[in-house]
């Protein structure tokens, strides 16, 4: 039987304020028609951005029990999309979620949350990074930011890059097994005027590009929003091209709405603002063929 409204699996942490993993990616999906069933990894007290002193919950003596529940009640999931992991055992496991659970036309994607901004987060091992080079390999997209792309390959972490260096980088992250390769928050060359998303489909071996103007303020859990409407608008049946538009504007637009304010960065974006936004039929797209 299929799913009446299509379901996603999602593994990531719970962080209880900040605006970042379940917190926002549940609302993102649920607005744009899917039931999401988390999979929590960990429960912090907040997000590792900015805050002293959170509290870290390592769920993975708990993961296997609660997976093995949802095993023998034969859940069938339309999508499964991971994220931040807490910690190195959990790679394995995450494995297995996404050999055990495997359905014809699902949407398998891995968002491998590792650090932003040049620096891996304060929970992540060299033993997670490592694991995670393998993980990808369960993926049809995955969506690291330049940073995480760095540590996937290994490479140092630009302050410009060339259209044609990020090309080389995501056709060498396509061999580890994705369709389509995402990368977030690329530096252009003249960095201070515009930030850009840049996508590969190794099916029809194209590249694709979508420019911002950068906004000077970095704010946690953007790339949870960016994967997450990412993950629902390649779902609705959007092309590559219109889910990375779509989900690339609506996290500019939700920067916009917050950078107004004087809210502390670490509060997050103000999504509850911006989240109808989602709702809205696509009226014009700036993508790029690279
Ligand atoms: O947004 C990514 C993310 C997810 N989970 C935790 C984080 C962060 C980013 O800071 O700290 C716990």
Redesign the pocket.
């Known amino acids: 039987m299929k799913n009446i409204v299509p379901r996603i699996a999602a593994i ?2 719970i ?1 209880g304020f900040g605006r ?2 379940l917190t926002v990616i549940i609302p993102i999906l649920s607005n744009m028609g899917f039931q999401v069933c988390p999979v929590p990894t ?1 429960v ?1 007290s907040t ?3 900015g805050f002293k002193d959170f509290q870290f919950i390592d769920l993975t003596p708990q993961l296997q029990g609660y997976i093995n529940h949802w095993k023998s009640l034969d859940l069938k999931f339309d999508a499964i999309y991971s ?2 992991l807490g910690s190195e055992e959990q790679i394995d496991i995450v494995r297995e979620f996404f050999k055990d659970f495997k359905r014809e036309d699902q949407l398998k994607v891995i968002d491998p ?1 590792m650090g ?1 901004d040049g620096k891996l ?1 304060q ?1 992540v091992t060299d033993g997670m990074v490592k694991g995670m080079k393998h993980l990808i390999s369960e993926a049809d997209v995955i969506t690291p930011n330049i940073t995480e792309a760095s540590f996937l390959l290994d490479r140092e972490i630009p302050t410009t890059i060339t259209d044609e260096e990020i090309k080389e980088w995501l056709k060498e992250l396509a061999t580890m097994g994705p369709i389509f390769t995402v990368i977030t928050s690329v530096p252009n060359e003249f960095k201070d005027k515009s930030t850009s998303t840049v996508a590969y489909n190794s099916k029809d071996n194209r590249y694709w590009k979508v420019t911002c103007d950068y906004i000077p303020a970095f704010y ?2 953007t ?2 929003m960016f994967t997450s409407v990412l993950v629902g608008s390649l779902m609705q049946g959007d092309s590559l091209p219109i889910a990375l538009d779509r989900a690339q504007h609506f996290v500019s637009l939700a920067i916009r709405a917050t950078f107004g304010f004087e809210i502390p960065h670490r509060e997050g974006v103000l999504l509850e603002r911006v989240l109808d936004s989602l709702k809205a039929p696509v009226t014009s797209t700036s993508y790029e063929l690279m």
Do not use: C, E, R
Request: charged content about 15%.
């Open positions: 990531h942490d962080s970042a993993s960990a912090l997000h590792t951005g994220g931040f949350v932003d987060y929970t946690p859990g790339g949870d």
